[in-house]
């Protein structure tokens, strides 16, 4: 019996719970994957006992020489993992990692304040068509601080038309422009965006959350020679633990006047350098965050080091030919797809012609085991609250194993569950075949708490 268990029967219980559910579905919600045994090991150690505000070398508690040492190395592994650097090497490489961002709303809030100050312009992807609530939502803190405006996908192709966007960058003159999506299943044109970024004189911003994993196994095109500042999640394509973080430019070709980094409201103090990563590492600690969370930061580096071995690059062509078998069998089975496939490792269902909406075929399916998200299509006619499409994806599966064939069948599934939404004989039936698959690719085998 683990201690836990002892303790706290009720709460052992419900995460046993928990980890059985995942074990017995089929999570294809595109945001999520499975860390290995050792990332999971790495988060749980004492390390979250201690407090290091501050950077290697300049924390403001002692007792950190170890701390020091943890993050370092994370530091390390991401710069190896994305080929970046901090000193010599070709100039559009000089980029530094900061580890440090709780979650990847806080490394895209640092990122603003570290280029742009409060009510500046910031061009990114409408939420509807594909962006993130962090990429100017109303709702969120990005559109009440920051003026956004958005572009988005064409109604014809649903993909991005980059001659549309350089034109309205030059109408805009926003201070940032913003590239890396929560909902596009085609790949992104990095080049042409750090291009208009420099015609109209914004920084070039990217958030390559979904995509981080696929990027770092050249999967897909690599954002790192065109933009100014890159953050991403650590938790999904790229399998480590939930945290995010975020990669700089050391040279700012903008210099910003931003009154947090320039220090107006830290009492004089702050970055007043030209180094734009020293300017993020500003506006993440103190700007943003307090006392990292070093259990989570030792676990990034463990998560990196997987990354860098060549099994994951093989992970990382699995997860799009999965996607891409996935997307085939959905459109056999009548299931319109938004710009008709996927280059990445989602695909975004438009069930408009089904008759289902996008949360009648979530809940559906969740009643099989079969986890996805209720998403809007670009210029879906419904609310966020039940719109037209789902949101489906291959990350999670790919690491248990699964591949090409069964992903066929899957989709054939999935089709079948929405095409028959209250037929309870197809359910039962998906049912079983949903737990002989699971069955089929043990996950977290033996593991009770
Ligand atoms: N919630 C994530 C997603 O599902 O895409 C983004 O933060």
Do not use: W
């Not at 508690?61 to 190896?80: M, T, V």
């Not at 003159?173 to 750090?194: M, N």
């Amino acid at each position: 019996m683990s201690l836990l268990s002892q303790f706290d029967p009720e709460m052992s219980e419900i995460i046993n719970n928990e980890i059985n559910r995942q074990r017995q579905g089929l999570e294809m919600i595109a945001s999520e994957n499975f860390v290995s045994r050792v990332v999971l090991e790495a988060m749980g150690t004492p390390l979250t006992n201690k407090y290091s505000e501050g950077y290697h070398g300049h924390r403001y508690y002692r007792g950190n020489q170890f701390i020091d040492d943890s993050e370092s190395l994370a530091i390390e592994r991401a710069e190896k993992l994305f080929n970046v650097h901090e000193g010599e090497c070709e100039p559009e490489r000089i980029m530094k990692a900061n580890v440090q961002p709780h979650a990847g709303s806080q490394a895209n809030m640092a990122a603003y304040m570290a280029m742009a100050k409060p009510g500046d312009k910031i061009m990114a992807m409408d939420l509807a068509h594909g962006g993130h609530l962090t990429h100017g939502s109303p709702v969120n803190f990005s559109g009440s601080l920051f003026n956004f405006v958005h572009y988005g996908v064409e109604k014809e192709t649903h993909k991005l038309d980059m001659e549309k966007i350089r034109t309205q960058a030059k109408k805009e003159k926003p201070r940032i422009i913003l590239a890396g999506y929560t909902a596009y299943p085609r790949e992104i044109d990095f080049k042409a965006f750090g291009e208009i970024a420099r015609e109209v004189g914004a920084y070039f911003m990217v958030d390559m959350a979904h995509i981080a994993g696929l990027i770092s196994a050249g999967v897909h095109t690599d954002p790192i020679p065109h933009a100014d500042v890159i953050t991403t999640t650590t938790h999904k394509t790229l399998r480590g633990p939930r945290g995010a973080m975020i990669l700089s430019k050391i040279e700012d070709r903008l210099q910003p006047p931003s009154p947090l980094i320039r220090g107006e409201r830290q009492g004089g103090r702050g970055v007043k350098s030209k180094n734009l990563a020293k300017k993020v590492d500003f506006a993440v600690f103190p700007g943003m965050q307090g006392g990292p969370l070093d259990h989570i930061i030792s676990a990034k580096a463990v998560a990196f080091a997987e990354a860098l071995r060549p099994e994951f690059k093989e992970y990382a062509k699995q997860i799009v030919a999965n996607a891409k078998a996935l997307a085939e069998s959905l459109t056999k089975n009548n299931i319109d797809l938004v710009s008709g496939g996927t280059d990445n490792h989602l695909i975004l269902a438009d069930l408009t012609k089904t008759g289902a909406t996008g949360k009648e075929a979530s809940l559906a399916l969740e009643e099989v085991d079969i986890y996805v998200n209720k998403n809007m299509v670009p210029y879906d006619t419904r609310k966020p609250m039940n719109p037209s499409g789902i949101r489906i994806g291959t990350p999670a599966l790919t690491t248990r194993g699964f591949n090409e064939t069964e992903m066929k069948e899957i989709g054939k599934m999935i089709a079948d569950i929405i095409h028959n939404i209250n037929d309870e004989s197809i359910k039962e039936k998906t049912r079983k075949r949903v737990k002989e698959m699971a069955d089929a690719h043990p996950l977290y085998d033996g593991l009770v708490v």
